[in-house]
């Protein structure tokens, strides 16, 4: 999973803060509100057409809009190795 967070980093990373920061800030970029992670991820998700429910879910269904296919840590991968772009 660390290089998942590595990804992340190289496409969350604006200030040079640390991942947690960066992340939330970049949740909150994309439509997320709220004052912890899953409460923006989950609206951030929900913003772009998600239907509301479990947040594994939630990113494999906007995963799988975006074209990314086979298991969430794949999805994610692609994800975040393309850039972030939700």
Do not use: C
């Amino acid at each position: 999973m660390s290089a998942i967070n590595d990804l992340k980093y190289t496409a969350v990373n604006i200030t040079g803060k640390a991942l947690a920061d960066e992340y939330f800030a970049w949740l909150g970029d994309n439509g997320g509100t709220g004052n912890s992670v899953m409460d923006r991820e989950k609206s951030m998700l929900i913003a772009k057409g998600v239907a509301p429910g479990e947040i594994n879910d939630m990113w494999v269904e906007r995963l799988g809009v975006l074209g990314h296919t086979g298991s969430l840590e794949d999805m994610l991968y692609d994800f975040w190795l393309g850039g972030g772009i939700i």
